[in-house]
Nanobody, 124 residues
Framework: DVQLVESGGGSVQAGGSLRLSCAAS????????MGWFRQAPGNEREGVAT????????YYADSVKGRFTISQDNAKNTVYLQMNSLKPDDSAMYYC??????????????????WGQGTQVTVS
């Protein structure tokens, strides 16, 4: 079975940093596209960042460009989201997702095959 397990969330003051991790198992990790999403209470799920299979091209939501960085370590089957200059608006549950084929409309959440359970980020 495919499993995605997020970690690294927590509470931080505005301007601080966090690094989220998503450990993947159960498939050939390096052949998948990986993404990070978030959802705050009352809001729709929002695509934050995505990376092509094997650590190629990356895309970011406008709201996080220049502050967040997605990366992956194929040897560890792990994708990361480095979040700097955090703002209260970044508070949300963060989820990682995997896709066998890069979703055309990646940021709306459609076309992703597997999802993790999420890790909470709170910025005050």
């Amino acid at each position: 079975d495919v499993q995605l397990v997020e970690s690294g969330g927590g509470s931080v003051q505005a301007g601080g940093s966090l690094r989220l991790s998503c450990a993947a198992s159960g498939y050939t990790y390096s052949s998948y596209c990986m993404g990070w999403f978030r959802q705050a209470p009352g809001n729709e799920r929002e695509g934050v960042a995505t990376i092509y299979a094997g650590g190629g091209r990356t895309y970011y939501a406008d709201s996080v460009k220049g502050r967040f960085t997605i990366s992956q370590d194929n040897a560890k089957n792990t994708v990361y989201l480095q979040m700097n200059s955090l703002k209260p608006d970044d508070s949300a549950m963060y989820y990682c997702a995997a896709a066998r084929r890069f979703p055309v409309n990646w940021s709306d959440g459609s076309g992703w095959d597997d999802w993790g359970q999420g890790t909470q980020v709170t910025v005050s």
